[in-house]
């Protein structure tokens, strides 16, 4: 599970989010509720986005009082780890090594596209000397 966190403040009638980590990233509620939703909408779709052009994540800062957690969607989490676990090699490496077509290797790491099985994913793990470990929370 990753989350970063997000402040909530009332001002002219709306809750206005923002995120520490992404100062771009600002959204509107009518409600804490609608907010927290609209927090959620605008994080992930903004991670997505990220994830797939290749940028990297900051790390979440740490919590603080009042502050909401929000979190990363699996699939873009799991794009985004790939692309960690390849490190300097090329996606073409990777691809060889595991026996796809650049095409389909590069597509497991764009969130907005891929769709990998958990064989998959055993294999890209056994590819870079890692293991899977999944957990349902």
Known sequence: LMKYYCRIELEDG???????????????????????????????????CDVSRGMPLPKP??????????????????????????GKLSQSEIAQRMGLSYQAYQRLENPVKSNPTIKTLERIAKVMGKQLSIQLV
């Open 14 to 48: 709306l809750y206005g989010v923002t995120f520490p980590d992404f100062p771009n990233i600002i959204t509107v509620g009518k409600d804490i509720d609608e907010a927290l939703a609209m927090a959620h909408e605008a994080l992930n779709d903004a991670l997505a």
């Open 61 to 86: 800062t740490s919590a603080k009082k009042g502050w909401y957690p929000v979190e990363v969607l699996p699939h873009i989490l799991i794009a985004w780890q790939i692309r960690e676990l390849r």
